[in-house]
Structures are given as C-alpha cells and as structure tokens.
C-alpha cells in the first residue's frame, strides 16, 4: 500500500497529540522585552509512578520513500520530540482500531517544529529525513513496559 | 568587571546543572538499532504542586562584548533549554552567596548541546548568539512566584 506525506496539518494532528511550535502571539514576553515566552505547548501524561525525563536520541536518517513496518505506541506516558536542528522530519501517526493502527497519515514537520504524541497513540519510529537525526525527548522515565508494537503483514510504502 | 566566556566545561557545569548531550556510548540502541538514546539526561525537580512541562522561548540574539546586568533563579524549579538549531549559545552561572550571584562564570556552548539549571542556581537569562534564538525549556508549570531577580550595582562585560 503506498501512501502520501503530506504536509504538517496541525489541525488533524491535534487528535494525535500536541505541535510545539510557536503560535502567532507569544504567552509573555519576558526578559525585559527580549524573549517570548510560548507558554505550556503540550500535554504531558505520566501513568503511575513514571516521571517526566529528558533524553537524547540519535536516528540514522531516512529517505522517502519509506517502508513503513510497524509502529508503536506508549500506554504509559506521553512523549515529545524536539529536533535539536532546523530539518523537517517525517511524522507517521495512526488511529487505533481494536488494538491495530489503522488509517495511517503521514506529514513532513516545517522547520524547528515538535510534536508531542499523546499516551497510547499509534505513531511509527523517530524517521529524520536529513543528518544530523539529533532530538531531545520528554517521556516517561519508569521501570513498567511501556512499548507496544505493531508489524503489518504488509509494509505501507510512504512517499513524497 | 570583565568576564572572558570559555568554552563549555561539563565538569565545572555539574555543579550547576546537567549538560543534555550525547555520551560517548548510548545507553540503549532502539528501533531496530537505528537509533541511540541516551537516557534521562536532567534532574527535573519540581517544588510543590508545579509539574513539568514544554514551552518555547525565542529570545533576541546577542552579541559579545555581552553587558549582563542581572541574573535570575527560580526557587521552585529546574529549568532545561534545549536549542532547536546547531548554534552555540552563552551560559552565564554563578555560585550564591547570602542571596547574591558569586563567582559568575560564562561559557560558550558546543553545537546541539542542552543545559539544564538545577533548581535554584543563578543565571543568566537566555543569550542566543546567532538566529534563529528558539529554544524548547522543561520547567515548572505552576501559579506560585518562581523568579528572583538580582540586578548588579556595577554590569559585568562578558567577552570572547
């Protein structure tokens, strides 16, 4: 099955999880008028005991079209990807259907934008389209198993 | 008083905050080993009933000779930026003495390298040297008062 990127659609992202980016109007100003302040951009959802944490992931780049084979989701906890560099990346998200990702979308972010997938939403791996593949990620820090995957018996080509 | 920024010093750094980097080894490979993560990089610490979340600052670049004329600490939380582009920035760090900035300290960022501030360490307000200055911070999402402001009697010039 092939399916197209399209551009970043905030609006039909918004049932997936959260865009960081900055808004028109800036929360605040602050710093003496220097710096704006875009205040609280993503709902962070911690089950249990977890925590919020940041790490750092480093992913090989990819390049479209790209064979989709599974995806994921995190029934714990929330999880934001913040590119550490001005490259759009390829986003991959699902609904969910008794347990199976189903009716796949795929967008490509503009620069300097991030996103926040929600708890327990379908979304396929970290996919950079460009070096570096640098992100800083907020999730859940725990011990619990917090990783459900999904391979499809047929990949899912994605293409420009 | 004249401040000459140095290059980043991890070691000197700890004792104000952590360094969001990636090691030298990842902590785990994942996704089918196309992506390392280093993991759980800041102490997040959050007073009371605050709690982490995800804003965007863009701040004004400035240049060096940079004249700093007040630092800043937040009693109730930690705060992490974490650059959304591969420019250094200025770090400004001092140690507290009676509930006055000591010892002020500068450094230069290495590219796609993070800070977090512990929880209430005095620096400086963000100083981005290039554009874009955008930047993702991790801090403390509450009602009560978290900023305490220390303007100096006399500016401190920090140079090259």
Known sequence: MRLQ??????QIFAQFGDVICARQMPDKMINQGKCARYHNLAKLDFVGDGRAGISLFDAEPRALPYRLEMMERHPLGSQAFLPLHEHPFLVVVAEDDNGQPSNVQAFITPPSVGVNYHCNIWHGVLTPLEAPGLFAVVDRIG??????????????????
Do not use: G
């Open 143 to 160: 011990n619990d198993k917090n990783l459900e995957e999904f391979w499809f018996d047929e990949d899912m080509v994605i293409e420009k």
């Open 5 to 10: 990127a399209k551009p970043f659609d905030a």
